[in-house]
């Protein structure tokens, strides 16, 4: 019998990139992509977008609470996911801030994150505090007075690893800005190495046996 696929989500960030003139790659962005540890019991050594699975800080009143930006219209697209779609953008944030540092949120009024920005230090430590499981993401975000910012993540698919598989994922991917004023932190237990690419370029690699992909990056790559 199939193993029950967990509810999981990804995100894709992307940034502006500069187009090198002697190239036919014409893509105007480039995406994220971080290499699995080798001890890693799923997708030891390939390279992913961060992300993970649900877990248990993402479903209380209090997560929900701090959810702001979300489109009504994309939620009710995405009922037979799951009960609470809402739940999806609080994954894919603590995911996010969790493997990389990468804080997407924002205050009540939508301003900047500028002031948290330039304190990395602090970033770093709250990072840290949620691999260790000493701290939540959303104990985080009351204590600086933030929201998570679901306007910056854009739904942009669904993707269930096959039946065969005995570890499988029910992944929703999003598409989100880089923040330019921060900077990415690996969490090194999971992710060894970061690179940036634009999808044809990390196609290329793949294709020449630099790196591995499976079917989701794969796929998630060739339609961008």
Known sequence: MPVEPKLAATVVLLRKRVLDLESDDNCEFEVFMAKRHKNARFMSEHHVFPGGGIDEQDLNKESRARLVGIDENVINNLKEICEDPENLWIIAIRELFE?????????????????????????????????????????????????????????????????LSPIRFDTQFFLCKFPQNQNINLFSDELTEGLWGSPKQI??????????????QYSTLQRL
């Open 99 to 163: 493997e990389t540092g990468i804080l997407i949120a924002t205050d009540k009024t939508g301003e900047s994150l500028r002031k948290i920005e330039e304190k990395s230090k602090k970033l770093k430590k709250y990072q840290k505090s949620l691999q260790k499981k000493r701290k939540t993401m959303t104990d985080v975000l009351i204590k600086e007075n933030l929201y998570y910012d679901a306007n910056n993540l854009k739904y942009f698919g669904r993707l269930i690893t096959p039946k």
């Open 203 to 216: 196609l290329e690699q793949y294709k020449k046996r630099q790196i591995k992909l499976i079917f989701p």
